[in-house]
């Protein structure tokens, strides 16, 4: 809810004016006073259609640096030994984001009420990961909650360092695969029919290209709908296909055998898993619930059934690193190190050098796909449009010869 205010500074002796974002009228004066505002007239804003909070969303509601940048502030305000309740209220103030001010705000009151940081937070899914969340919970449980929370920070710095370099990568050839196609539909459905409609009144033979190219032209013309019809219904069947649990373990599948993307995703994968493992252990989350986790964060469900194989083997005695020294979608060194870790009782800290291994090896990789990739998909486009352009003047060439 909106609030709008008026009072007097303490400290300057101005009258100030203002909007707040709180959960109620109570909140927002409490807030007031703890800025050293004297309120002389407080007064709920009336929400209209254009300003009323619809809560629509699409992905995720909090950007990725925004979170980052509130674990770390929430860190070194913790760190600074400043109370939680305390350290929320002050973020609330700071963020950028209004999905999570709006959540930070109810924190703030939860906490107030008597609830924990890990308990408020869960009320928040969309915003607050299940790894987060056990972190928090684990911190409070060992009274250690300013380096959990450090921890945090660093991971979720990690997770978007990566992030960045590998959607950096595939930006270039997506962006230009879109722009392929657009130049591509333009020249045979209003640049090529012009051209050829003028060369082909001289007369002469229509040579075998331009004859394709012509009757690709012809089609997209008139019948564009089957065309729109067949995008439509491709991409209604790949979400009909996603929606399914096996539909969706063959294309997490698909992705991995993708060459050079397949790796890439794979060692991005690795990372992430590795990560999310040593950040869960080094917490003292039990192992079980650090699995289960973990192949929920995967985003694939390969990673995702051959943990849950790992867990399985767990809770028969067995050793975590056996099912993953089976699976083709965890390397041997992978497999190798964990198992060194089991032996040594440093778990934590072997996966630690998996992540870091695997994060140094997605980044030179990207960078290597990026320079690559710009001058090849030039080449490509260049070399469609070239042929299609070659197509519409093979008609003059053989026109001039009879002259």
Request: aromatic fraction near 8%; include cysteine.
């Amino acid at each position: 809810m909106v609030y709008q205010y008026k009072g007097i500074d303490s400290r300057t002796g101005k009258e100030v004016k203002g909007k707040l974002d709180v959960i109620s009228k109570a909140e927002a004066m409490e807030v007031l006073k703890s800025k050293g505002l004297y309120i002389s007239e407080i007064t709920k804003k009336k929400e209209t259609f254009l300003t009323k909070d619809l809560d629509i969303t699409i992905g995720k509601p909090v950007k990725s640096q925004d979170f980052v940048m509130f674990c770390r502030q929430l860190a070194t305000l913790l760190n600074a030994g400043t109370p939680i309740a305390d350290s929320i209220r002050l973020l609330t103030d700071q963020v950028s984001s209004k999905a999570l001010k709006k959540a930070l705000n109810a924190i703030y009151q939860d906490i107030r009420s008597g609830l924990s940081f890990s308990e408020a937070c869960k009320k928040f899914p969309k915003i607050f990961d299940k790894v987060f969340i056990n972190m928090i919970l684990a911190g409070e449980t060992s009274g250690d909650l300013e380096k959990v929370m450090d921890q945090l920070a660093i991971f979720y710095e990690k997770e978007h360092k990566i992030h960045g370099k590998v959607k950096s990568a595939m930006m270039y050839p997506i962006v230009v695969s879109i722009v392929a196609v657009v130049v591509v539909v333009i020249l045979l459905t209003q640049v090529l029919p012009s051209l050829l409609d003028n060369l082909l009144s001289v007369g002469g033979e229509i040579p075998l290209p331009t004859k394709i190219v012509l009757a690709i032209s012809n089609f997209m013309i008139d019948y564009w709908y089957i065309c729109v019809l067949f995008v439509v219904l491709l991409i209604a069947s790949y979400l009909a296909v996603k929606r399914n649990p096996k539909g969706q373990y063959m294309i997490d599948l698909v992705k991995l055998k993708i060459p050079v993307f397949g790796m890439l995703a794979q060692k991005q994968i690795i990372a992430r898993i590795s990560r999310t493992m040593a950040s869960l252990f080094a917490s003292s989350v039990p192992v079980l619930q650090i699995l289960r986790m973990s192949g929920e964060v995967s985003g694939n469900k390969v990673f995702e059934k051959v943990l849950d194989e790992s867990r399985e083997s767990l809770r028969m005695g067995a050793s975590l690193s056996m099912p993953l020294a089976q699976s083709w979608v965890f390397p041997n060194l992978v497999s190798h190190m964990v198992a060194i870790g089991e032996e040594t009782g440093q778990l934590d800290t072997m996966l630690e050098k998996i992540a870091d291994f695997y994060e140094e090896e997605v980044e030179q990789m990207a960078s290597r796909l990026s320079t690559v990739l710009e001058p090849l998909m030039i080449a490509i486009l260049g070399g469609i449009v070239g042929l299609i352009v070659l197509a519409a003047m093979m008609p003059m060439l053989s026109i001039y010869e009879g002259i």
